[in-house]
């Protein structure tokens, strides 16, 4: 049996943390597969090497050589600290070089192709330090892997048929070397270009891995100790989180919870491999642990509060809509007309709420979309609401508790926080309630009040 183990952007950041790295792979030889990120901030207002790829990406002129050196000296800083031969290092200088000059379909394919450089670079930065240590380290790009995926190239999805593709190729790459060392973040599309997952896509690509190679445990190593019942910018040293549901997971990365990519929970849950999340500065620590609903017992009546600000908000009113055979889906329609996707629909006998990431949404279009949808579903009334944000409450314990959500809305009521909308999901491990932005921070602390007052230290900030 084998472990995935993915490190992040600041377990990769410098010399130091490839130590780290390295000592934690060495403490147990069942981590052979070694999914990394690219170098992320090694100090507070440093810059990460996907941002420099970035700017190297939109450089012109004499700032192309700047910014390409700029990215180039992180790794060779890396390189230098493990004795790197020059020769060996020269292969991550000839493809930052090139990289300017290949021929790219469009810019969104250009700019996915240098995003990717980062992942790719540290793998092969990587192989070549395991080397140092008189180990077999290979570096296999997600090519040689067969993963594949589809839309945009900025923001790609996973095409299901690389499963079979990783599963027919991993037991030979296996048999060759001690280490296997894969870039995260990226993969390529059906006519070979790279294409990236969305930011954070490391955690994707682990994921995937354990699912392709059956791995027993998926570990994901980064710059925390745990997943936290809140978020410790709001609530100052909340309750570690030691044991968690793939979907109690899912539900609170979504809404904030930024330790984990909530996509990364697909694959795992496909094929039902535990994740434990760890810290890389902490690895003796125990992490928390994210594992199938059955195996799973709690007395806590949730798992953890989580909000974010990144939604707005529709709101229609009609007499006698629940009536109106077809109304959701006119309404749907005039969303594809604007290639619009909402995230929630809460609605009522006369009334319906229709919620949406804000950053599909432009100034441009909304005043269309509104006139077209008065119009075409003549509405007794439409309002628009910019001031949205969404907490979520979860939590595998709410199933079997009476009174979870009258204590959510008796907390939120004792400090006049007017609660917008309020839906229970049909899992019943979660409500979902809408807040104005200026009080949302405010209500997750009297939710975590009044669920974890008795169970550790907190402060507020």
Not at 90 to 108: F, P, R, S, T, Y
Not at 430 to 435: D, H, I, K, P, S
């Amino acid at each position: 049996m084998v472990k995935v183990v993915k490190f992040g952007g600041s377990s990769l950041a410098n010399a130091a943390q490839y130590q780290k790295v390295i000592e934690i792979l060495r403490a147990d030889p069942e981590r052979r597969i070694v999914v990394v990120s690219a170098p992320g901030k090694r100090f507070k207002d440093d810059v990460k090497v996907t941002d420099l790829l970035i700017k190297y990406a939109n450089a012109s002129g004499e700032n192309v050589k700047v910014a390409r050196q700029a990215v180039l000296d992180r790794y060779q800083e890396i390189a230098d600290a493990y004795h790197v031969s020059d020769s060996d290092f020269e292969q991550i200088n000839v493809h930052l070089i090139d990289l300017a000059n290949l021929h790219h379909a469009n810019k969104a394919c250009r700019l996915a192709h240098f995003k990717a450089a980062g992942e790719r670079l540290n793998a092969i930065l990587m192989a070549l330090v395991l080397k140092k240590f008189n180990v077999t380290a290979r570096f296999v790009d997600p090519k040689q892997l067969g993963i594949k995926a589809h839309g945009d190239y900025n923001n790609a999805i996973l095409d299901q048929h690389s499963y079979a593709q990783i599963e027919a190729v991993c037991s030979n790459l296996l048999d060759e070397a001690e280490y296997l060392v894969v870039p995260g973040f990226y993969a390529y599309n059906q006519n070979g270009e790279v294409c990236t997952f969305s930011r954070g896509g490391s955690d994707i690509t682990g994921a995937i891995l354990a699912r392709g190679f059956q791995a027993q445990l998926y570990e994901n190593f980064t710059d925390v100790d745990s997943i936290y019942s809140a978020d410790p910018k709001i609530i100052a040293q909340p309750h570690p989180i030691r044991e968690m549901t793939y979907r109690e997971m899912r539900e609170l990365a979504y809404a904030g919870f930024s330790v984990f990519h909530d996509e990364a929970i697909i694959p795992a849950i496909e094929a039902q491999v535990p994740i434990v999340i760890k810290n890389t500065d902490h690895p003796n620590l125990p992490g928390t642990v994210i594992e199938p609903e059955q195996n799973y017992a709690s007395d806590l009546e949730i798992t953890g509060v989580a909000s974010s600000s990144r939604f707005a908000a529709l709101y229609i009113h009609k007499y006698l809509l629940n009536r109106e055979v077809g109304f959701t889906l006119k309404l749907l329609k005039i969303l594809y007309r604007y290639d619009i996707s909402y995230e929630h629909m809460p609605s009522g006998i006369d009334d319906l709420t229709i919620i949406f990431n804000q950053n599909q949404i432009t100034d441009e279009i909304l005043p269309s979309l509104l006139s077209d949808i008065r119009e075409e579903l003549h509405t007794d009334q439409l309002e628009w609401i910019d001031d949205y944000a969404i907490l979520m409450v979860v939590g595998e314990g709410m199933r079997d508790k009476v009174g979870v959500v009258d204590r959510i809305v008796n907390a939120l009521a004792r400090k006049q926080i007017g609660i917008q909308m309020i839906n229970q999901g049909a899992s019943r491990i979660l409500t979902m309630l809408g807040v104005h932005q200026n009080q949302v921070n405010q209500a997750v602390r009297e939710i975590y009040r009044e669920f974890f007052k008795n169970k550790g230290r907190q402060t507020d900030d």
